[in-house]
Structure formats: structure tokens, C-alpha cells
């Protein structure tokens, strides 16, 4: 069992900056592929960015490319986003994710997830 915990959402206006993080418990973490997903209201839950156990491979959904960085922490099994240049249609849940599958974008390729934290982008 793996358990999730994000955290660092917040409300902010367009332009500023935002870090997510997201801590593992229960099990190895070092071999999984982490990501971050974002669902809007009324909206489906969709990709933001992933990562793999060593760092060197970072995938991003096309919308937060040069926006959002994802990165990851082994020895503190965390995993990070930072966020800039932050859009209203930005606004979202965020959640954290974790399965086996590199690179993968839909949700039903993924194990665990967190609950959630709330990010708002409004002026």
C-alpha cells in the first residue's frame, strides 16, 4: 500500500508562482513513475507532468511546457511541482500519482493517488 499526501496549493493571481508537493509513504519509492494530474470543475482529471525514478526522463502535457517543472526528491520520497507563470485556466485540483507505467497519461494507468490540493489562479 502506498499512501500520498500534496500539499502547497493555494490561491494566487495570474503570474505568480506555486510549488506542489507530494509525499510517499508505505512501500519503495525510488522505482516508480510519478506525475501530477489536474482536474477542473466539471472538467475530466487530466495529465500535468511526469517523471521518472532517476529524474532524467520529465514528460509535460503541452499546455505547462516551459510553464511547470516537475522534480523529485528519492531520498525524501517526494515529488515536486513548481509552478510559474500561473494562468486562471490553471485553477484545479491537483493530485499526485504514482504507477508503473512510463510516461503514461491516462488516470487508469496509475495505482495511487493523493487527495488532492486545490490550486486557484484569479485576479
Known amino acids: 500500500q502506498v499512501q500520498l499526501v500534496e500539499s502547497g496549493g493555494g490561491s494566487v493571481q495570474p503570474g505568480d508562482s506555486l510549488r506542489l508537493s507530494c509525499a510517499a509513504s508505505?512501500?519503495?519509492?525510488?522505482?516508480?513513475?510519478m506525475a501530477w494530474f489536474r482536474q477542473a470543475p466539471g472538467k475530466e482529471r487530466e495529465f500535468v507532468a511526469g517523471i521518472t525514478w532517476s529524474g532524467r526522463r520529465k514528460d509535460y502535457a503541452d499546455s505547462v511546457k516551459g510553464r511547470f517543472t516537475i522534480s523529485r526528491d528519492n531520498a525524501k520520497s517526494t515529488v515536486f511541482l513548481q509552478m510559474n507563470s500561473l494562468k486562471p485556466e490553471d485553477t484545479a485540483v491537483y493530485y499526485c500519482a504514482e504507477g508503473p507505467f512510463v510516461g503514461g497519461i491516462r488516470t487508469s494507468q496509475y495505482e495511487y493517488w493523493g487527495q488532492g490540493t486545490q490550486v486557484t489562479v484569479s485576479s
Open positions: 508505505g512501500r519503495t519509492f525510488n522505482t516508480a513513475y
